[in-house]
T-cell receptor
C-alpha cells in the first residue's frame, strides 16, 4: 500500500521568513515527486517536480529529495501572504509503463502572517 | 487558450441517479486521470487512461465508470452504486506520464 504522509498543520510562518514543508513516503520504488499548491475551493496547481536526489530550485521554491530516507521537502523563501494555501505532496511509482496515477498526501495548511 | 475544462462547476443530484462529469483537454496530452477529494483529505485516484480506448482502475474505482473514445475527452460517470458520491472531482492530464495538470474541478452534491 503506497502511503504519503504530511503534517496537516496549520504551519504559521511570518512574512519574509522561510517556510519548510515536509513529506515522507512508504514505497521505496517511487521515482517521481511533486508539490502542488491548492487554494481554498480551487484545484491543485503544480509548482515543483523532482526526480533525483538533491535540491532543485525554481524562483523562491526549492524542492529537496532524499530517496534513502524516503523524504521530500519544499522550502519557500521570502514567504508572502499569497503563499498561504494547502500544499500537497504527490508521489508516482514508476512501474515502467509510465503515466499511472499519483498518490497524494493529505496536505499541509500553510499560513503566512503579515 | 490551451487547457483542461470540466463542466459543470457545481452539480446536484438525487440519490439513486447516475451522473456524468465532463472533462476535455486541448493540450494534446495522451494521459488523463480522475481523482476525488473529500474535505480535509488528499486526492484519491479513481480511473486513468494512457491512450484512447484504454483505461485502468485506480484505488477507488467501485461505483464509477469511464470511457476514452477521443484523445481530448475522458468523461466520468458516478453511478448509483457509489455509496458516498458527494465530493470534489478533479480531472488531470499529462503529456509525459509524470507531471499532471488539473482542471478546475466539479463539486458534486448528492442528497
Amino acid at each position: 500500500q503506497k502511503e504519503v504522509e504530511q503534517n496537516s498543520g496549520p504551519l504559521s510562518v511570518p512574512e519574509g521568513a522561510i517556510a519548510s514543508l515536509n513529506c515522507t513516503y512508504s514505497d521505496r520504488g517511487s521515482q517521481s515527486f511533486f508539490w502542488y499548491r491548492q487554494y481554498s475551493g480551487k484545484s491543485p496547481e503544480l509548482i515543483m517536480s523532482i526526480y533525483s536526489n538533491g535540491d532543485k530550485e525554481d524562483g523562491r521554491f526549492t524542492a529537496q529529495l532524499n530517496k534513502a530516507s524516503q523524504y521530500v521537502s519544499l522550502l519557500i523563501r521570502d514567504s508572502q501572504p499569497s503563499d498561504s494555501a494547502t500544499y500537497l505532496c504527490a508521489v508516482n511509482l514508476d512501474s515502467g509503463g509510465g503515466a499511472d496515477g499519483l498518490t497524494f498526501g493529505k496536505g499541509t495548511h500553510l499560513i503566512i502572517q503579515p | 487558450d490551451g487547457g483542461i475544462t470540466q463542466s459543470p462547476k457545481y452539480l446536484f443530484r438525487k440519490e439513486g441517479q447516475n451522473v456524468t462529469l465532463s472533462c476535455e483537454q486541448n493540450l494534446n496530452h495522451d494521459a488523463m486521470y480522475w481523482y476525488r477529494q473529500d474535505p480535509g483529505q488528499g486526492l484519491r485516484l479513481i480511473y486513468y487512461s494512457q491512450i484512447v480506448n484504454d483505461f485502468q482502475k485506480g484505488d477507488i474505482a467501485e461505483g464509477y465508470s469511464v470511457s476514452r473514445e477521443k484523445k481530448e475527452s475522458f468523461p466520468l460517470t458516478v453511478t448509483s452504486a457509489q455509496k458516498n458520491p458527494t465530493a470534489f472531482y478533479l480531472c488531470a492530464s499529462s503529456i509525459n506520464g509524470y507531471e499532471q495538470y488539473f482542471g478546475p474541478g466539479t463539486r458534486l452534491t448528492v442528497t
